[in-house]
């Protein structure tokens, strides 16, 4: 029972296969292979527009650059209190960008309203020096409490952001999770909702590390190939970031596997919702499952030897918040994830 | 006939194995599994001591990451006007340090002797404000010209850069090639002859992406585990940088791969000895020939589709430059070359 | 009715003499002078033990120089949300940390409780990469709403960071009018109390431009010299700044200034005690007051000419928010505050 | 005889006044005051065209502001090898921009030609992300080895910016020097001559700490507030910076100042040239003066009290070395610099 987290899955058969595949011969490097040209023109029909892409190896480093390039130092980017941004990457967005800083906004389930950052915008002091000025808005597709941010809740949030002459950046670490959740076209919750950068993840859903910094704004994409490299993130054989990119898209591999893994995750949330101690923080919409749970499924699930996340930081909705010694926990699926394992998951916390 | 470069080449059939047996199950995530954990043990054995590792997926992130646990905005260090992080890497150090400054010796084969490296040092306007002040020393072991530093030059380098309360970083993007053609221990070339810190590259001889940060100086470790998770190179799967490093130094396997590419390009640079219109520019020591080419073997090479890369920037010893209508280019051989290769290519230049 | 801050005010008749006095011949420049070194022996004497002292000319430059030397980039700083490094400094500590994070904590006029503080250090993600860690703590005095903290609370604070590892700033941009407050030797308030570092400023209480950056912790020191230089920061002529810093603290001329100031501020609160349609939102302790006034009163106010300021980031107290209509508003007092201007404010805002 | 340099002496009688005049009363701060708008419209008149300007404290400051207007932290800055920016401002270029580098180019008395900048710039890796692209060129006016830069000279290095796309910088720490040296407009050493921003300095001649980046592109101005702001240089009573610079600016007194200083240097350049055992090695321009002497000399000098600094770094123009122990020393000569000196200097070395 391994629902620790989406990570601690391997790579997927498809995936291993092409980057064997793609370790034969020589290939040009830094970029300059086939395999990378041809996953431009793959990336360009998936989001049915030109795009300019960076592969790079994590997810963190894609958002350092993609804030780097839309926000100066002196700017400020807008995200959720709770945005992995924000809370889990040590700062890299404040380096990359040479000191921008980012502010948290109130909202459910890791998510915010675009009337509540219409709002912010409204009170910022503009034009005074000391205050830095916002250049940017950043959401999580998926939310960091496993909610999938609908096409019009997106598009809310662009047109807000163009309106105060600001880029809008998707954090997409688990974007195959809610592209599959929502059913819509990749180019629907991306630009044509007003998205101008997007991290694209394929490492949390069977790729070895490989996410793409996906760029609509073509005048964004001009400092990024050196900003990339500045970074250290320019692999130098990077066929292989290519290779595992071209076999995940491909024949919509990546959906099938965010696919499984929306799938366990709801039937895992379906085992805590009909279990007596335990009850959902947030509504299953993707791969991920908050809960809080009593002591004593806490317990059985722990001597049951499963592999989970205590979630200690923030509340899914402040006006939902754990009572009588719940505490809230997250469950995790990854393509990896068995049916097995999710059956024996719904007997041990039916019993306790 | 491809001597581009030694990242042209694939992954050697080891570690690809080794990815794809990793591949299996779940692991712990970001450096929290038990590959990672082998891995520790496995350099410590390796280096004859206790040794911090970071590992990281590129060149310039293990070396920016060095300087910036060794060099404080405010100071310098010294390496070769050729030095890949002089020259290569976009700043990266300047950027990761948060400003320190770059500051190239004079020298033969990019590399300098201790004496020119102390003259600096003595010169050196100490404790004004207004003058960056040396923090640490950077040597590429093999050297950006192909040169090998013996072990007692580094040595003699570790303890100029020791009296001066200096760290010393050494790059080893190639420091397998280095360690086949010396023949010594591992520990002899680094901390043995005063080196703090080191970047192990294992991409260049085999490997996806897999270079590790390995630390000497316990002091300086302390900082690196956030330094690399603000930098975006912290891997969630961290289990494959581990697993190809693990491949990589069992058995002896890294000394074979750089081995067989040395060997090749010692034949490489004995069949241009032999050859009439070109002529070694640099002693062939490890996997990269540097050499003078007359027009006609220019020609001749790339009509038979050789890769090669013009070498415009530097000279490798000002005393021995260029002549009618020389041109300095470099071949690269690796563990991928083969010897129908490089008899073709003598066959070629033996002619032209 | 000049109440818009503090700074409009011109420079002390003191001041302006020490600074013509200080012109005449020549003086070694760089902080090489007499008067630089006189600064420090008085600066020892005034904190009755060794300093280092840095001179600069903004409030800024000694918060965020002050920054850089106790918190690395990976690291966090905690202070109050409405603190001036905070909100007011346009992100100058996120980029002379190199991408240090500011966290804001609840709490009262701008102040939060020892407690508070203990609790976010608890809860603090320790040891793990992916979250910044916590290196220090500013508080500032006279905090962004008036409000003074006494010889304890610092103390508490202090022994709080102290326990927890941490260093501990403080902002005193309004060091002088806290001291004239609070009655007590600048050493209670400061490393006595915990302080490692002070930014004591001068500018706001009747020098043209002359803040210190005052290390007590000597380890601190070491890396300021050369920061300050990298910030632009070391003055050629510093004999000025020396001289303005020797002008203000002879014969407790910062406490003549500064005690003017809050007993002007006294009063002025005093008068909206007694007014009918307005109200004070923070009690006055130094040379600032925070009020709520109805619309009638900012009516007459600014038909009468005064110049004061909207405050519309944040509320003092929570548990307080104005009401009907209510505006908060900040009037500020300086040394060249007049008993006349008070009188004529009070004489507006009886009858409005 | 004070020649240590031209920040020793003090500040002139109609600086000091207008400081004093400022003084009076209450202003808006930040730079909301009458006299910086005056003093915008008077560098409007100075510079025959819209500028804009931004005030600071330091030399240091205004490089190192401008360089990050106009150098993404990717790219590079190419100046002289004894440029201040390069080796006197503790690396504050590279901190600002974020971490862009600064190239050195070959010439006699820290200058260059346009023929060698454009040779460096033809040669120029373009568009490889592995090397920091070339963003902008910095020239000192006076340059470091107090030679002057002709209009023609900057209109030619003006000239191949342009063409390349680069912007062109001047650091006019001594600018007030070389316009009087060259007696012609401020506009045409300047904007006219393709200059896009510069160091207008006038602490070195008669101010107590002002410097002004004046920009001629507007586009480069934009991100200034922002910036000054950030780096802790915007002073809150702004007033003083503008006061300085208008009794600066006005009648001339700039340029009368300024002409003391070159006459003064003339003189002692002169005396130098008579005298047995010393020689000018750089010819006088400005307010500096370059001399090798021999030890005689130098004992003679010191005995008699004089100050001045010996010069060690770098040689003027590498055809005239030094010669049998031949010493470089500089002698600057400021506003405050008497003939009686001047006299007295030459006695001393006359004999020497």
Known sequence: MQF???????????????????SNGFAGSYGGD???????????????????????????????????????????????????VMTDECGAAEMFTGGAKLFGIDGRHAKFDADEL?????????????????????????SEFGAVWSVGEVGAIGEVAKRNGLKLHMDGAR?????????????????RAGVDILSFGATKNGALAAEAIVVFDPD???????????????????????????????????????????????????????????RLAVPV????????????????????GAAYHDWPAGIPDPEDPPVDGEKLVRF??????????????AQVIGTA
Chains 1, 2, 3, 4 share one sequence.
């Open 4 to 22: 620790a987290s989406d990570n601690t899955a391997g790579i997927s058969e498809r995936i291993l296969k092409a980057i064997a595949e793609a």
């Open 34 to 84: 086939e395999r990378t040209r041809a996953l431009e023109a793959r990336m360009a029909d998936l989001f049915e527009r030109d795009v300019t892409i960076f592969p790079v190896v994590t997810g963190t480093a894609a958002n350092a650059l993609s804030m780097a390039a839309i926000a100066p130092p002196w700017t400020g980017i807008l995200c959720s209190h709770d945005a992995h």
């Open 118 to 142: 219409a709002r912010r915008l409204e009170a910022w002091p503009g034009g005074v020096p000391h205050h830095v000025q916002p250049a940017a808005v950043s959401i999580s597709q998926v």
């Open 175 to 191: 974007f195959a999770n809610a592209v599959a959740a929502l059913g819509c076209a990749p180019a629907d919750i991306t630009w």
């Open 220 to 278: 964004l994409a001009a400092s990024l190939a050196y900003r990339r490299m500045k970074a250290g993130q320019l692999l130098s054989k990077g066929r292989f970031l290519a290779a595992q990119f071209l076999a995940y898209l491909e024949d919509g591999h990546w959906l099938e596997l965010a696919g499984h893994a929306n799938a366990k995750a709801s039937d895992l949330g379906a085992a805590i919702e009909a279990a007596p101690n335990c």
């Open 285 to 304: 919409q993707a791969n991920e499952v908050f809960a809080f749970i009593a002591p004593s499924v806490d317990r059985a699930l722990t001597e049951a």
């Open 332 to 345: 995790v699926c990854s393509f990896q994830t068995t049916g097995q394992e999710v059956g024996r998951f």
